[in-house]
Each structure stands twice: as structure tokens, then as C-alpha cells.
């Protein structure tokens, strides 16, 4: 029997939220998964815990989508567009859109059907040149509404408006071809996640809605979909092996 929850109509989409601390043995059985590039990738970090989250992420990110298109996650192939967004090549399997970030032993994936997605998910941490890395990469506006925030809720500010900006152009597929500082997103504390406006093009922040995710204390999270909005479906686990548990439900 197919579980619901990986069954998707046209335009829903799968927020699954996962803890990703494994030990030893669940790293060995993830990388042997991975493609040899996705292999090369993990020996070049540097340290052990990054290498991991890695290997965690890709491995079960290939488990998930197995469970969509039923088949095995070795099985599991992909392709990757003109700024690197990774797609199913086969069949009707390219129907199926999903994206993937992770930080600091979090994963998000966005899996969806006919519906461009994408997700980014940061642990909030103070970091000691935050006010210049915004002047950088935010807007003249985002930079104003970020200085305007008190001084304890000033990084979940800016958390807030890098993961919106960073899910809205993983879910178009611009890599850094799209400058952040060129668009607007919400960040205040307590204001609906929104794409506000654009530099050059008036139109493009009525066609896209963003959300924040619900996560685990700590960390922030947003998902960007076309509008009209997709139904969105959210699960959160505590391990990848309460994850993989719940997989093994759905026929492959």
C-alpha cells in the first residue's frame, strides 16, 4: 500500500524537517548511496561533523525522493540545470520538483509536483560581522529594517531575511546570477514572511509567495512556491533514523 504522505496532486508540496545526528553506521550506509561526485564532495570538508551532515543529508535526501517515484534511493540519478538546481531526468519523474538545505544537523527538503520549490534553513547563531555581511548582500531597504530592530531580536532579523531571499532564488533557479541586494523580503520579527518588491521588475513579487517553516528552537526556515499558493504539508523528525523508520512504510 502507498502512503499518503508521499502521494502528491499537482500542486502540493512535502516540507519534511529532519535532525540529522547519526552515528557511525548510518554514515556508512548514506554514502554508499551517493553518487561518486556527491562521494568527492563529502572528503573535501575539512572537518568530520560537516562531512557527516553531509553525507546524512544527500543520503536521505535520495531516500525521501525513492519514495515518491518508487525506487530504490541507489537507483535515484540526477541532472542539474544551467546554475547547478539538481532534477530527476526520467519520465514522469521530472514532474517532481524538490530542493534541500541543511545547517548545523538540520535538514529541510521541499519535494512538490508541477511546482518550482525551494528551501533554506539557517541556525541562528550571532555572528560578529552581521551587520556588514547585510550591507552587502541585503537591500538599502532590508539594511534600514534590519538596524531598526532591538538589539536581542537582531539576529532572528537577519536570519529571517536571509533564508526568505535564499529560498526565493533556489526556487527560480538563479544561483548568484540574481543579486540579493535586488530584491526586497520581509524580516521584522513578528511580520509575515513576504517577497515585497523588486528593483527592476514590478511584477515578480505577486507571482511567488514565501513561508516560514516550523522549526526545532534555534533555527529558521522558509519555503518559496509560485502563487497561487500550494497546499503545504509539513512533518518534523528527531533523528534520520525516526525519518528512514517512517519511509519504510511507502511500497518502493
Not at 529532519?18 to 550506509?29: E, H, N, Q, T
Request: aromatic fraction near 10%; charge should be negative; hydrophobic fraction near 40%.
Amino acid at each position: 500500500m502507498t502512503d499518503q504522505v508521499t502521494s502528491l496532486r499537482t500542486g502540493e508540496v512535502g516540507v519534511w524537517a529532519v535532525r540529522i545526528l547519526s552515528d557511525g553506521g548510518s554514515i556508512d550506509a548514506f554514502s554508499k548511496a551517493l553518487s561518486p561526485d556527491e562521494q568527492q564532495r563529502a572528503r573535501s570538508f575539512r572537518f568530520e561533523e560537516h562531512r557527516n551532515d553531509y553525507i546524512v543529508a544527500h543520503g536521505l535526501l535520495r531516500e525521501i525522493l525513492a519514495a515518491y517515484v518508487g525506487k530504490p534511493a541507489e537507483a535515484i540519478r540526477f541532472r542539474y540545470g544551467p546554475q547547478g538546481k539538481p532534477y530527476l531526468p526520467d519520465g514522469d519523474n521530472r514532474r517532481l520538483q524538490f530542493n534541500l538545505s541543511h545547517s548545523e544537523h538540520c535538514a529541510v527538503y521541499a519535494i512538490a509536483l508541477d511546482c518550482e520549490v525551494g528551501v533554506d534553513v539557517e541556525h541562528i547563531e550571532k555572528l560578529p560581522d552581521m551587520d556588514s555581511v547585510a550591507r552587502r548582500f541585503f537591500s538599502q531597504a532590508e539594511v534600514a529594517d534590519l538596524q531598526s530592530v532591538p538589539p536581542e531580536l537582531h539576529a532572528q532579523a537577519f536570519y529571517n531575511c536571509w533564508t526568505r531571499k535564499e529560498a526565493y532564488i533556489k526556487a527560480v533557479g538563479s544561483g548568484l546570477s540574481l543579486p540579493l541586494d535586488q530584491f526586497r523580503v520581509s524580516l521584522l520579527p513578528g511580520q509575515p514572511a513576504a517577497l515585497l518588491s523588486f528593483e527592476d521588475d514590478t511584477d515578480s513579487a505577486s507571482r511567488w509567495s514565501i513561508q516560514d517553516l516550523r522549526l526545532w528552537d534555534g533555527f529558521v526556515g522558509a519555503l518559496a512556491i509560485p502563487l497561487p499558493s500550494c497546499s503545504v504539508m509539513e512533518q518534523n523528525f528527531s533523528t534520520a533514523g525516526e525519518c528512514l523508520k517512517r519511509l519504510n512504510f511507502v511500497d518502493r
